[in-house]
Structure formats: structure tokens, C-alpha cells
């Protein structure tokens, strides 16, 4: 009875590497490559945003204001403004009313205290491709963008360059007529 050579090193550090790599390699491929800051198009391409991509963030956040929630025909609304300028409280605004996809919890940086924010599905234009995520809507004038796209976005369709800024155009093929 002969008994089998195990593989050799070589052999077996190549069958590690291929089951390690080979999924990774094709799933990135995948992905788009985007800078640790980026712009956006969002509401059909009228409002062009800086975004901060925070890997740390769980949840995707939008500067909003005047934050109101409604019901019509039975659905549950929200109204609220976007800012041109998230630092110019004489900026230009629009104001937009979605869905409520529903209210988050979300913990208060440095604090053991929780908020809750509405939050609304919204599509976007980044690196060339539409989006559609959920954002949570709350003021950020006092952060420096306007925008945060947290990992659960992030997480399905990007790898960051945190030495990175810019690396794509928000301008997205506008959708064919059916």
C-alpha cells in the first residue's frame, strides 16, 4: 500500500492563494475606484454635491433642512430642502418630497445618546453610473460636505483610494425612453 506525498510548499501555497484571491480578484474588478471625496449628481443631475466617503459611517447622510414629515394618500412623506451651498444659509434650495423608506437610529458621535432621522431612498450619479441608496436627512452645515456615502453603500459597489480625491465625473448616460 503506498501512501499519497502531500502536495509540495510551492504547489500548496499557489492552491491558497488562487482560493484566496480568485473570488477577491473578480469582485473587485467589479467595483468602481473612488477617492476618498467625490462629487454627485443627484435629483435627475440638477444638484452637483461634494461627498465624503467614510467607510466608518455605517449609514449614507444628506444635508437637509426643514425636515417635514407628512401623510398623503395614506403613504408616509417627507419634504425637505436641499442647499446649492451647505455653507451659505443665502444659498439656493430645493425642495423635494419622497417616500419615508423609515426612520433610523442613529448614535451620536462622541455621546451615549441616540437620534432619529428620516430617511429616504434617492437616486444619484457618481463616477458615471446611477445609484439609487438610502440616505438618512439631517443638517450638516456644520460639517465640510454636504454629503456622507457610508459603508453600506459603499460596500457593494466601490473600492476607496484613501490617497484620492476626484478620480471620476459625476455625469451619469441619461436613461433611454422605454
Given amino acids: 500500500m503506498t501512501?499519497?506525498?502531500p502536495p509540495s510548499r510551492r504547489l500548496r501555497v499557489v492552491l491558497?492563494?488562487?482560493v484566496l484571491l480568485g473570488p477577491a480578484c473578480a469582485w473587485a474588478d467589479e467595483k468602481i475606484?473612488?477617492?476618498?471625496?467625490?462629487?454627485?449628481?443627484?435629483?435627475?443631475g440638477e444638484l452637483l454635491l461634494r461627498a465624503k466617503l467614510d467607510t466608518g459611517a455605517k449609514t449614507s447622510s444628506l444635508h437637509a433642512t426643514d425636515i417635514e414629515r407628512f401623510e398623503r394618500a395614506g403613504e408616509r412623506m417627507v419634504r425637505f430642502k436641499l442647499w446649492l451651498d451647505h455653507h451659505d444659509p443665502n444659498s439656493q434650495t430645493i425642495t423635494l418630497e419622497k417616500p419615508l423608506?423609515?426612520?433610523v437610529t442613529i448614535k451620536l458621535r462622541g455621546t451615549a445618546k441616540n437620534a432619529e432621522r428620516a430617511s429616504v431612498e434617492l437616486e444619484f450619479c457618481l463616477g458615471g453610473?446611477?445609484?439609487e441608496?438610502?440616505?438618512?436627512?439631517v443638517n450638516r452645515s456644520k460639517f465640510n460636505y454636504p454629503v456622507l456615502l457610508g459603508r453600506r453603500f459603499l460596500a457593494k459597489v466601490a473600492t476607496i483610494d484613501p490617497a484620492m480625491k476626484f478620480r471620476t465625473e459625476p455625469s451619469?448616460?441619461?436613461a433611454s425612453p422605454p
Avoid at 33 to 44: V, Y
Fill in 133 to 137: 441608496s438610502l440616505f438618512t436627512l
Fill in 129 to 131: 453610473r446611477r445609484y
Fill in 172 to 174: 451619469c448616460p441619461t
Fill in 33 to 44: 475606484a473612488l477617492g476618498w471625496l467625490e462629487r454627485i449628481r443627484l435629483d435627475a
Fill in 16 to 18: 491558497l492563494v488562487a
Fill in 3 to 5: 501512501s499519497q506525498q
Fill in 101 to 103: 423608506a423609515r426612520d
